[in-house]
């Protein structure tokens, strides 16, 4: 099975990066996939509008686990406005591709984040 999938999907799947949960996360985007079963949750702190610290939770396939992992990567340190512009193709590409049945698992690390940046940004907004 491992055949189809880049060395770099491998790595982020066997050490995924930043997993886990932030108890005290300033906002949570959950997102998921009935027909495959894939499950993601995203946290994030925010500082200075700024991502701070990334984590998620992940339960699916090793493409999802690895998509979740490198979201988190690309998000890091990037500007909310930054963060909402990262594409399901910038993780499949950054990943070294994903077979074509595996896309569906970048969308969902994409979706996961911009949905953990919109519920920030909601709370903002209710906050004012």
Not at 11 to 39: Q, S, W, Y
């Amino acid at each position: 099975m491992t055949g189809m999938y880049s060395e770099k999907v491998m790595e982020h799947f066997r050490k995924p990066k930043n997993m886990g949960k932030i108890e005290d996360a300033d906002a949570v985007g959950t997102v998921g996939n009935p027909v495959c079963g894939d499950l993601m949750t995203i946290y994030i702190k925010i500082k200075d509008n700024k991502i701070h610290d990334i984590k998620f939770q992940t339960f699916g396939c090793a493409a999802a686990i690895a998509t979740s992992s490198m979201i988190t990567e690309l998000a890091k340190g990037k500007t909310l406005d930054e963060a909402l512009k990262i594409t399901r193709d910038d993780v499949a590409n950054e990943l070294n591709g994903l077979p074509s049945i595996k896309m569906h698992c970048s969308n969902l690390a994409a979706d996961a984040l911009h949905k953990a940046i919109k519920n920030y940004l909601q709370k903002k907004e209710r906050e004012k």
